[in-house]
């Protein structure tokens, strides 16, 4: 027991008003620092896509951060009783929000539909993540590990991620619906599913993914037929990977320097302050800047894990890990496409893509992340409650 | 609060922590699984990258390079045509364009009706917009019209307001000052078909045109220039943002041609409305200095492209419009060809000046009888008379003892019936026959075939071009052939210094006979062109008319006495030819004039070419550097 955990146990038995000011003592500062280094980088980066100006990315992106970032905090100080309660009306509130955009949402760019609510774009697909993380994460806290034997119990969870899944894929969003399933899959696992489930379930998969091929939209099937061979057709659907390809490639060792990407700032990159901007970094700052972004986020990553391992509670662990996989699987669809490994789809990179919905999105999964690493004594969910927890 | 509830393991016996939180153990194993993934995943992402960046990053810095660059070529001013005077035969005129910025406009179509109300489209102005605005980007204008004049333009900013995306730019078009008068020879211009844009970048250029007649085609090339190019920074949609590199293009050279446009005005009006060509050269140097075909057409009419109808027009008309007979002309040469033939007896020793053949107004040989012009014939005539007589049954005589090979290679000497190296597309090199010619092509030749040959009938086939220059070699002595170009961007070229030219192997006693014959045709009493004698003071002429069949006379037409080929239709009359160059005493100036179906030599071919010679000799180009002032030109000659 270091100085800190037995200065902050002091505070609280000294004043219980306190604890709120030991729970923010409790955060992981240094966390915060690491995710705010990475929302500086995509307000250094959307500066530059702005040709050089705060508008009209940089300074609204800036801006979202701040309110996430109290978001996150607050959510952080949640303890996870009130997390686990507010799961299962999350979960709803998120299944009628993806409902109500197949029915009324704006579409852009044949996928990733939102709603304007008050005069806020609301990606549904976004929010349903978190929801069923933290959904997934109530059920497996109640039901036991031992319970994770009878497929019975597993199959409401089952539900609970194909319902999202297929509604994602209606909107249709290849990428969003792929994470999700994704980040479902991962809670399974690590709720502990046995082992021949796993491989019972596993033999059927080539033909549902061959059944699933035969169910995309055109426009789908030209993404990953083009992604085959993006050359045949430069102008067209290949564009955007070659596109890609060669800002990433211009970029070299230490890049074209920063405010210079011909790639970016030339408009060649499509998307490039959502989609594409990790290109836009790679060709500026080169391999060196791409590859602190990487180190940057393997760290978000690994450090959102390793909350996950240390906390002493079961829905603590499911919700830090689901938050952290799904952080993972953004990173890697995003990073995969542009660098032209996976087929194209609407997945931003989290804290650094220009979008407000994502990036809230984004902080509230940090702030269900740090509200683990800050209850992670809790004994919630084990019989064995401890009052100062 | 009772979350689980366990029925198969009995708490009791399960370890204190186990028991608390089962399960975990797995978590952690898992989630370091995890964890080892997410390090593999970035990780190879990273080498993917490392990949991409260093170890392709030289091809991918060069496709973003192609990206950024785009690379134009500069369209080149053509090169100007001007006459020795540097008087402009062909120039570069503005051409005033309408064009349209789709993407200034919300309603294309509309905007078009409303421009076509203002400024009329024609169907084929409807269809290349329609075609033109499918294949290019909305930042690209489409040409509306070009060729605007000022009253349309004037127009078109009066309704600018209801015009959006409709502006007006300036290309060059190709201007031809003196129309008809230059056609034959400046040529035409027309856009390249795809064989030249196959040829040639450059080519492709919006504007560029290609020389399709005359010097316009002959000297295309120097014309044409090098083009220049912008190298521009482009965006993604090819918006330029800057410009990165500029090469300026030369223009193409400037052209001097060595004729003096004045004269050939003056020759345009002499010859009036008949099928015609003249030809007038410098005697010393082989300089064109008018060359004229009647009728002519307008050449401007190619630039924006003829309509079938006119074309049918032109290639129907049996004045051949588009033809320069001046060197695509062949026409028997008649008794133009009798001082060669004169001057081939001479070299080939078979006949002397003095000697006298006796002419009854016919010669027999080999039971034919070969009429002379004159039915009562000449009596005894030398080749002096002969040639002021232009005595056709002396030059049967002597064509039949000279033979038609010496004939042909003294022709040649001069001249006729061989390539001339004259710098103009589509020539023809007449004929000159010989024994040689004819066997070639499957026939005999005949004694009968030497003796027309003799007065230029038969099978000779000269042009106009080749009359002037024999007679200009016979003025000189020297072998001077002629030339159009004079200069190319002010430097003068070496055909224009008489050094240039070599002296024809012909003795001057030889070649005095044959000037003095055909002074005598002009200023001896019976010569057979009195009419072509000068009014000039202390200026005398020599020529030769001709008057060249186009059909065969028959015996019975000839002997009825009735004969008068002026009641002829117009295509089967004689061709009327003249010959000249003065002064006689020092030449200066051949010329050579052939009217179509004329008639007689003496009637028609020989006052015209006496105008001709006046006013060149007035004019005296060749040794002027500044065009006469029009008063001055008619005061008197310079020459003395």
Redesign the interface.
Known sequence: MNRRTRFHKRLLRAEPSFRILAKLWRISWLYVLLIGALAGVGYITLYSAGGGMPYPFAMPQAIRFAIGLVLMICVALLPPRILAMAAAPVYGLSLVLLVAVLHMGHVGKGAERWLMIGGIQVQPSEFAKIALVLALAAWFSRISYARMANPLWLVPPALMVLVPVALVLKEPNLGTAVIIGGVGASLFFAAGMRLWLIGLLALPVPYALKLAYSHLHDYQRARITTFMNPESDPLGAGYNIIQSKIALGSGGMWGQGYLHGSQGQLNFLPEKQTDFIFTMIAEEWGFVGAAVVLALLLLLILGGMTMAICSRNRFGRLVALGISMNFFFYCLVNLSMVMGAIPVGGVPLPLVSYGGSAMLNVMLGFGLLLSTWVHRNSHFGENLTRPDA | ??????K??NPRLMPLRAQ?????G???R???L??AV??G??GE??H???G???N??????R???S??ISKRLLAPPRGRIVDRFGLPLASNKENWRALLMPEETTDVAGTIERFSAIIPLDERDRSRIAREMRHQRRFVPVMLRDFLSWDEMARIELNAPSLPGVLIDVGTRRVYPDGELMAHIVGYVAPPNEQDVAHSTLLSLPGMRVGRAGIEQNQDEQLRGTAGSVEM?????GRV?SELNRVEGMPGDEVSLTLDRGLQQKVLNHIGDQTASAVVLDCHNGEVLAMVSTPSFDPSLFDSGVSHAQWIEWTNNQHTPLINKAVAGVYPPGSTFKPAVAMAALQARSVSPTDRVFCPGYLDVGGTRFHCWSRWGHGSVDMHDALKYSCDVYFYEIARRVGMDRIAQTANQFGLGVPLDIELPHTRDGLIPTPAWRKAHHHHWNGGDTIVSGIGQGFVQVTPLQLATYTARIATGRAVSPHLIRAVNGTVGEKASPDHWPALDIPDPHLKVIRDGMFAVVNEPHGTAPKARLDLPDMLMAGKTGSAQVRHVSRALRESGHFNSASLPWEYRPHALFICFAPYDAPRYAAAVVIEHGNTGAEAAAPLARDIMRDALLRDPSNRTTPPPESVADAGPTIE
């Open positions: 609060m009772r979350l689980t509830r366990r198969r393991e608390k939180d089962p399960g975990r797995v978590f952690t898992r989630a370091l995890f964890m997410q390090v995943a970035i992402l990273a993917r990258l490392y991409l960046q260093i392709d990053g030289d091809h991918y810095a496709m973003a390079a990206n950024r920074e482009v965006n993604a949609v943002m």
